[in-house]
């Protein structure tokens, strides 16, 4: 559609940019609603952080996603920075207002919403879960699930100190597992998700024996390229039920769209499609 002198503006800035599926999939809902707006990939360098953030709200910007490498960095130079953000330690989604520059996370909300959609009588107090990788994905991943209502989160990761480190960060109910026992862990589980970028193409492969998982375990990869990983497909020869990682960053993308257009967008089948056609 053709913009108006009074469309709305947002964008997602990083360091490279042409990686992110994010223009994609904003473009898709922007077309879909019919709202004069546009939402632009911003190569920002982190030298040029805090200028391009000044420049983009004084030209009338309503907000940007912000992605490597600088979803630490920006939390500093936030006026305000919501709760989820502060314990998941990273910012992804920054609202420009009259009040200044508003920080927020929605990972961890687009973790849970795909895992509803995808696995919808999934209840986080019906037992373990077992978290591989202790990153930044990690961390939502976790806020997540303890916000749910888990009792139990077993985190393995190939650094011990790293895990060692999440677990006494999110405090009760979080509890390390050793690398080499990770399939060990698998006994009486509710749900594995894997965090780390194992399994992903031109990544070394996870090695994991699912022979402990129940049958009626949810397995989570986060990694969606390729979709069906490896992970998922072992998991559906066993009976588990399989989640993929396209629909955390689809449904990551809803909080910021809603703030800066004013539509609350949809994920749909169609919209799945259309990102996977760039993927």
């Excluded at 632009?40 to 952080?49: E, R, T």
């Excluded at 978290?131 to 139990?152: K, N, P, Q, S």
Aim: proline share 5%; net charge negative.
């Amino acid at each position: 559609m053709i913009l108006s002198g009074k469309a709305a503006l947002a964008g997602v800035i990083g360091w490279p940019i042409g990686h992110s599926l994010s223009p994609r999939l904003h473009g898709f809902w922007l077309d879909h609603y019919g709202i004069d707006g546009a939402y632009l990939p911003l190569s920002v360098a982190p030298d040029n952080l805090e200028s391009a953030l000044r420049g983009l709200r004084d030209a009338g910007f309503r907000g940007v996603n912000v992605t490597i490498p600088h979803k630490e960095s920006v939390m500093a130079l936030c006026d305000r920075v919501d709760d989820t953000a502060r314990r998941i330690g990273a910012v992804n989604t920054l609202i420009f207002d009259a009040d200044g520059i508003q920080g927020s996370n929605s990972d961890a909300f687009g973790f849970f919403e795909n895992l509803k959609a995808a696995a919808p009588d999934y209840e986080a107090a019906a037992g373990p879960a077992l978290l591989l990788g202790a990153g930044g994905a990690a961390r939502a991943v976790a806020v997540a699930l303890l916000d749910a209502g888990l009792a139990e989160l077993r985190i393995c990761n190939r650094s011990a100190e790293r895990a060692e480190r999440l677990a006494a960060e999110l405090g009760s109910g979080a509890k390390v597992v050793s690398w080499d026992h990770r399939a060990a862990a698998l006994d009486d589980l509710g749900l594995l998700v894997n965090s780390t970028s194992l399994g992903m193409t031109g990544q070394p492969p996870l090695a994991l024996d699912l022979d402990r998982l129940a049958a009626g375990a949810v397995v989570y990869d986060l990694v969606y390229a390729p979709l069906e990983t490896p992970l998922l497909a072992d998991a559906r020869t066993r009976g588990a039920r399989a989640v993929d990682g396209l629909g955390m960053l689809l449904h990551q993308a809803r909080p910021g769209f809603a703030a800066w257009f004013g539509v609350e967008p949809k994920v749909t089948a169609a919209l799945r499609d259309f990102v996977l056609q760039d993927g």
